[in-house]
Each structure stands twice: as C-alpha cells, then as structure tokens.
C-alpha cells in the first residue's frame, strides 16, 4: 500500500505493545503477589517484583490451600479437569450424533429436532438458574460429576458446526459406501468421523475452555469441598466470613486456573480461530 | 434443498438424536416449562405450600421501580461494554493486520486472553482496585488524590465491572475482526489508494462497511455476554451493590431466587429474560439466513 514514513511505520507497534501492556499487566500482578507473604502484600503498596515465596505458597495452595477452605487446588484442578473434559467430550458426541441423524437421514420430526436444537443456541444457563437448579436437585445429581457436566452439555454451536462441515462434503462418498455394503455406522465411524478431525478439534478447544470458565452452575450445585472446581475455591477463600483473606495463596490458585485453558489457546490457535470464526457462519 | 442422497434407515437416526433430546429437553424445555408455571405461583421458601396467584409476579415485576431500574443499568452496562470492547478490539485488529514485523507474535499476545475465565477476570480487577491491597487503588489515591472504594461509591463500582467485563471481552472479538479484515480484498484498497482516497477515507468507506456482517455478529454476542455471562464479574467484585448500582438483571434473578428465596418473582424474571434472549437469537438467524442465501 502507500504512505510508507518511518512514523507511519512505528505507530502501530506502539498501540499493539501498549495493548498487551494493558493485557498482561493483572496477570503479572497475580504472578508477582503469588510470590510474596500476605504481610507484603498487605503493606501497601505491594511490591511490583517478583518476591522469594513461589515455592512455599504454591506447595501450599496445591497441597492444602487456605485454612477456611479445606480443598487443596490439586483436588479441585482435578474437578475442574474432569469437568472440562466431560463437557467438551460429552459435547462433541451427543452433537456428532445428532448432525449425523439431521443431515445424513430423512425422518418424519427432523425439522422439529432442528428447531428444538436450534432454538438454545443463545440461552445461558444464566437465564434459568433455579427451575435447572430444581431438575438436578430433583434428579439427586447435587454434588455429583454428572450434574456439573450434563446441564452444559446443551448447546447448539456444536450441533450446527457439524452440520455445516457435513453439508459441505460430497453426498457421493454416503451412496459409496451403501454400495459397498458398509451399514450407515461404519461410515458414520469409519468414514465421517476420521474427515471431521478438524472441526472436531476446534469444537474441542473451545469447549474445554468453555466448561474449564464455568462458574455459576457448579457454584450453586456444589457445596461439598470434594466436587469444588478451581474457580469456586477461589471464590470461597475471596468471601469466607471473619477470616483473613490469603492473598498470596488465592492467587497462586488464580494463576493455577489459568494456565491449562491458556495452554490449551496457545498451542492450538490455528484450530481454535477457524472453529471460533466457523461457527459464526 | 437439491435432492441429496439420504440413508434408507428407519430406527437408525431417532436412535442418533436421542442423547441431544434427552438433553435439551430435560435440561433446558423442562426448566423453561417449570420457569413459566412457577411464575404463576406464589411459593413459600421451604417447599411448603404454593398459591396460584396469576400474573401478579409479572405485575409486581412491572410495577417496580427497582426492576426497570436494573433494566436501564444492565443496557447501559451492556452498551458500554459491546462499545468499548468492540472499538478497541477493531483498532487492535486493524493494527495487527498491517503488514508489520512480529504480526504473529501480537496476534497470539491478543488472543490467549480469551481463555481466562470471566470469573478470573473479576479477580484481577478486584485486586488490582481493592482498596486495601490494590494497587491501582493505592496510586489513585496517592498520586491522583482520588478516593477509590467501589463497595461504598456507586459510580466507582458501575465503572469498575464495566471495565473489567470490556477487557475480558476484547480477545473474543479481536479473533473475529481479525478474521473479518484478512477477508477483504487488497486489491479493492490499494485501488481506493490510487484514486487518492486517505488511510481513514478507505477504513471507513471501503473497510468498515465490508466489515459489516462481523460487526452485527459481534454485536448481538458482545450485548448478550454483557447482559448475562458477566455474572461472574459482578458475583465477584460488586454483589450488585452498592445498594442496585450494579444489580443487573441476571444478577437480580439470582439474587432475589438464590439469596433472597423469592422464587416467584425469579421465576418470572427469568422469563422476561427468556423472552429477550429468544427475540435475540430469532434478530441473529433472520440474519445469518439472508446472509447464507444471498
């Protein structure tokens, strides 16, 4: 393009660095405050470098975590985990599943399954907090995996990601392997599924961020310390009453929760961008 | 649709949607249907008796002024956040997709964002504002004179967790600006250029208009995470006080259901809200379909 001056050409990198300034700056703070006692983060102001506790205050968050707690982090990273992955599993095959049935099979109601799905496309768990609330306690999944992971797992995206990926491909390859004599499930896993590796993993990454962030559905739902994700330890050692709030332990755990979705971003960012930029189609 | 070949399958694809209807209808039309019948109830807290008391939730609801109060904050709030959030995130994208050294390097720097949750968002910006051990708050105070407590100014409050929900929203919409620019023709630009029109002359009659159906995406999703996925964020830095500064509606359907067991008159909020999220999703698809048949 045109206007090449030495200027034009420094602006931008400006704004891109004062932008990630502006990014990373809370998180360093959290990384600097997990290394310093609670006293030196209490004297205010706090330091802004690096202290010499790391060691001793993340051996002790994954280990115990704070007194009023009683969760270690390393028990509620494993919640957390076995949420994440559950969602994001779970996700992934009921939508497989049900894209499967809409494009590849004409049954009287299809259009009816379409609509029910389609129609949660946009509402958040947010919207109908306590008639769900009442389903789960009703069905005796308080406190329990299943009940953490099977409310989210409704969701239209996946669904119509799938459905899009299965539209696109050439209906020659469904006749073939009916020629073939293979039944429509062995294509479904022997055909379909290993062409849908893409999508699929895309929807994974994000999924797994998605269940990993939840928070105001396992912070209604468990109230035993044995089921607490890591964001809702982090929340019960913010709002515990007439204790002294750790500091330097909550934030450890903050960064704890941080890192594998951010893990996750970073490694795959090429799947995560198509499959964000996908499903707006 | 062009005829397609479909399996001869009877039994086979209800077996399919199965697990997807159990689902959604156990855990979504079943607590919609139950939303609305309790709406209709007045319920004592422990369980006990529930009388039928019609519209008069929705009408108390109506008649309160607290109610259409959390209503005007929480579409401030969301214009506010969709705004900031949106116009930063274009001006970053746009700046990331010139052709400079290290594009990549800032592209992966804006996105990783996205993967910290909205509830760790609040975190950060609590600290950072508390006005015991915050920082900010610290150098507002000693540097700027000014007073920060946003558990007793409600100004302060209302500006903090719009703030801290913008931030965590801008990576989402960077990817998708992103995507968006890298999709508009160079030629169309550099012809613009060569018939004289400036760098904003061709951002904002040639750039920003092809950008269009981004930016409507955009804006529907950044005013639905701002009127409900930001819970967190208010759960965590403001209770929706001080006093209904920052009670937005979602948080007053889970205050007035969770904290305050006033079942029926959550019920019928969540309906309301049902009834906008709905009317939402039905603006997005009118959209995305004309987009897809044109």
Redesign the interface.
Known sequence: ???HSKLR?IV??V??WL??A???F??F??FV?STHTNQD??S???P?TPGSHLVENYTRALAEGTENLGASALTMMKNSFIMAMGIAVGKI???L??A???V????P??SF?FW?????????V???????Y??ISDLGLLNSYAGLI??M??SATA?FLFRQFFMSLP??I??AS?IDGAS??AFFTEILVPMTRTPIAAMFVIQF?YG??Q??WP??ITTKEKYYTL?IG??RM?TGADVLIE?QI??AT?LL??IP??L???IM?KQ??AG??DT?? | MAKQYEFPSKGLPYLLVLPQMVVVFVFFFWPAAQAVWQSFFLQDPFGGTMIFVGLENYTNLFKDPTYWQSFGRSFLYAALVAFTAMASALFLAVQANKKIRAASFYKTMLIWPYAVATMVAGVLWLFMFNPNVGVIAYFLKHSLGIEWDHLLNSTQAFLLVTIAASWKQIAYNFVFFLAGLQSVPAALVEAAAIDGAGPGKRFWKIVFPLLSPTTFYLLVMNVVYGFFETFPIIHQATQGGPGQATNILVYKVWRDGVVNLDLGSSSSQSVVLMILVIGLTIVQFRFIERKVTY
């Open positions: 393009m045109t206007e050409r931008p990198h704004w891109l932008a990630i502006v990014v990373v809370p998180i703070l959290v405050a983060i209490l205010a102001p706090m802004l095959i009921v939508s599943l049900a499967y049935a809409i590849f099979f004409k049954f109601g299809r399954c029910a799905i389609f129609i949660t496309l946009m509402l958040p947010e919207v109908r907090i306590m008639p769900t009442k389903v099977l409310p797992i409704v669904v209906r020659e469904a006749e009916q429509p499930m961020i990993w962030n928070y105001l912070l209604l964001l982090i929340n913010l500091w909550v934030m903050t929760a941080m979705p951010v996750v971003v970073v960012q995560f961008v964000m930029t707006e189609k």
